[in-house]
């Protein structure tokens, strides 16, 4: 696939003067920004690719293609494999312990559900895992081997209905992005990450620097900006952030940007005055775009354990969460917080983190997820 080359725009001047933003109406209920987003591919016309490629050039062979994108694929499940080891350590420490030459009675599958349910996997998951076992290898020895990977087989079956990679729909330009959550999540990492990606596709990508109380968070972004070159729309600090989140968009559609990322102040779950500003960037955006935010994407920290389910319920009941981003995951053992998280919700998993780097924020995939949280090859 080729890319062909497109101009940056410039970064706004600071202290530009402000447009004026519709006010605000703090007693209108949230307006409903779900959308089922579908992936609508953009080619570039035949005569800009002939331009783009020197007459010599001859395509790549598909099976370097093919080789290179398997090399890729089996290096983003190692380091899966090696970001999920403390959550993976943790269960097969356990179901070793359980299962050594041991049949499967009531009081094995009882320490097992409790195994799991110390996990995160909530006490859904814990009790189907253990009622599935109990089915079909009761007063049966079995090995940890055999319980690991029927745990992940029970897994994938609980997550894969929300395994969803966020798709942008390049009919809508710009495809605007809202990226919330808690402070500390790792939200303006992943905008830098996506940043990336999107321009490495060969995207047009806006950033907008929405934590306005923070200098630093600003700073963070601009500096994200320069090494991704993606300019940012900041404005002084205390500005109001809906209004901030209105210039962007308007800025973003004028210079015929492909994506517009949004940040936000990280914010309490619990803190209502907090939220309602989420609500308010939601209304004032959709004073330019009926439908924007085309995807509201909530960034969850799994070292947070069961407390991420808080987290997902007053968002999604806030701001209509469209999507999560599970981060961190390489620094704890409570890897099976997802699993709980997708059990209960529903929630579309759109993207986990095991590491620092863009390349370390990738699309779920239930097998491979499943697979290395029990400590087998995906």
């Known amino acids: 696939m080729r890319f062909w080359r497109r101009n940056v725009p410039a970064e706004p001047a600071p202290g530009s003067p402000e447009p004026a933003v519709p006010p605000d109406e703090t007693t209108e209920a949230p307006a409903p920004v779900g959308v089922e987003i579908e992936t609508l591919e953009e080619a570039p016309p035949p005569s800009q690719v002939e331009a783009a490629a020197p007459a010599a050039a001859l395509p790549e062979p598909p099976a370097a293609i093919e080789a290179d994108e398997g090399e890729a694929r089996q290096g983003w499940f190692s380091r899966l494999r090696a970001g999920l080891s403390r959550s993976s350590a943790r269960l097969n420490d356990g179901i070793n312990v359980i299962f050594n030459r041991r049949r499967l009675d009531d009081e094995a599958l009882f320490e097992l559900e409790e195994l799991l349910i110390s996990s995160d996997m909530g006490t859904g998951v814990a009790g189907e895992v253990t009622e599935s076992l109990r089915r079909t290898r009761f007063n049966q020895e079995v090995s940890p081997e055999e319980v690991r990977g029927a745990l992940a087989e029970q897994v994938i079956r609980l997550v894969e209905p929300v395994t969803r990679p966020l798709r942008v729909d390049r009919a809508r330009k710009p495809f605007a992005i809202l990226v919330i959550g808690v402070n500390g999540s790792g939200k303006t990492t992943t905008i830098a990450k996506l940043a990336k990606q ?111 389910h808080a987290q997902a319920e007053i968002f999604r009941d806030t701001v209509g969460v469209t999507g999560i981003v599970m981060t961190k995951l390489d620094g704890t053992a409570r890897g099976g917080v997802l699993v709980s998280l997708a059990e209960k919700y529903g929630i579309p998993i759109h993207a986990i983190g095991v590491g620092e780097t863009a390349d370390d924020l990738r699309p779920f995939e239930a097998r491979a997820f499943a697979r290395s949280l029990v400590g087998l090859e995906p």
């Open 198 to 308: 999107y321009r490495d596709q060969g995207m047009r990508v806006v950033l907008a620097a929405g934590d306005t109380f923070r200098a630093a968070a600003v700073e963070q972004l601009q500096v994200w900006g320069e090494r991704t070159g993606c300019p940012v729309v900041t404005r002084p600090a205390g500005s109001d952030a809906a209004g901030l989140a209105y210039d962007a968009l308007v800025q973003a559609r004028a210079e015929g940007a492909d994506i517009l990322l949004i940040d936000t102040a990280g914010r309490l779950h619990n803190k209502a005055d907090l939220m309602g500003e989420l609500q308010k960037i939601v209304r004032v955006l959709k004073k330019v775009d009926a439908e924007a935010p085309h995807s509201v994407l909530l960034v969850l920290d799994a070292t947070t354990g069961q407390n991420a």
